[in-house]
């Protein structure tokens, strides 16, 4: 028995209301390019609309000029989806409360999650979103699964709650000195003064 290897998400896709709610939502209010539309190739009644959210993956929404925006919370149960996250630049997560606000759209305030910052609102069909900011940058070559899988393991290591700054710092100067090479024959810490 083999496994079947994902290489990330292809897309993800979603009921939305009608054609310019949906629009007006992925790209209006989070800045995603909507890049192409066709119908439904299943659903001859609904549109397919395709947005970018930043890494050249796609969320798309099937359309229906019948249905109206529905903001009572999707259901979250098992098997259900709870929320989506996206990831957006500390710069941009800084301005998330005014941009809601400025719209009355209701959120949960920034919240710290130990590894990332996150706030939470949900979409017009009632969809929970997330707009998550990392605390940290990988080291060059490393990826953010690497930086937390050994910030995890620091973390079991100590007995600690959850992931904290200190096991991120941590786990990205143990990457950096196995990943690159240095010409020192010491390089543990040093006090220069």
Same mark, same amino acid.
């Given at each position: 028995?083999?496994?079947?290897?994902?290489?990330?998400?292809?897309?993800?896709?979603?009921?939305?209301?009608?054609?310019?709610?949906?629009?007006?939502?992925?790209?209006?209010?989070?800045?995603?390019?909507?890049?192409?539309?066709?119908?439904?190739?299943?659903?001859?009644?609904?549109?397919?609309?395709?947005?970018?959210?930043?890494?050249?993956?796609?969320?798309?929404?099937?359309?229906?000029?019948?249905?109206?925006?529905?903001?009572?919370?999707?259901?979250? @149960? +098992?098997?259900?989806?709870?929320?989506? /996250?996206?990831?957006?630049? #500390? *710069?941009?997560? =800084?301005? &998330?409360?005014?941009?809601?606000?400025?719209?009355?759209?209701?959120?949960?305030?920034?919240?710290?999650?130990?590894?990332?910052?996150?706030?939470?609102?949900?979409?017009?069909?009632?969809?929970?979103?997330?707009?998550?900011?990392?605390?940290? @940058? +990988?080291?060059?070559?490393?990826?953010? /699964?690497?930086?937390?899988? #050994? *910030?995890?393991? =620091?973390? &079991?290591?100590?007995?600690?709650?959850?992931?904290?700054?200190?096991?991120?710092?941590?786990?990205?100067?143990?990457?950096?000195?196995?990943?690159?090479?240095?010409?020192?024959?010491?390089?543990?810490?040093?006090?220069?003064?």
């Amino acid at each position: 028995m083999r496994k079947i290897q994902a290489q990330g998400v292809h897309h993800i896709t979603l009921t939305g209301a009608n054609r310019q709610t949906s629009i007006d939502f992925w790209e209006g209010l989070l800045g995603m390019p909507f890049i192409f539309d066709q119908p439904n190739l299943d659903d001859p009644n609904e549109g397919h609309l395709y947005f970018d959210p930043g890494d050249g993956r796609l969320i798309t929404v099937f359309t229906n000029e019948t249905r109206t925006a529905d903001p009572r919370r999707t259901p979250t @149960e +098992p098997g259900c989806v709870h929320h989506l /996250a996206f990831n957006v630049s #500390r *710069a941009s997560f =800084l301005q &998330v409360i005014e941009r809601l606000d400025e719209r009355g759209i209701k959120h949960s305030g920034a919240k710290d999650r130990g590894f990332m910052d996150s706030i939470y609102f949900t979409d017009p069909m009632g969809l929970l979103i997330e707009l998550a900011c990392y605390k940290f @940058e +990988p080291p060059l070559g490393c990826s953010h /699964a690497d930086v937390m899988i #050994r *910030a995890h393991r =620091l973390r &079991v290591a100590a007995g600690d709650y959850n992931i904290q700054e200190s096991h991120l710092a941590d786990a990205i100067e143990a990457l950096v000195q196995e990943r690159q090479g240095s010409l020192s024959s010491n390089r543990q810490p040093a006090n220069p003064y």
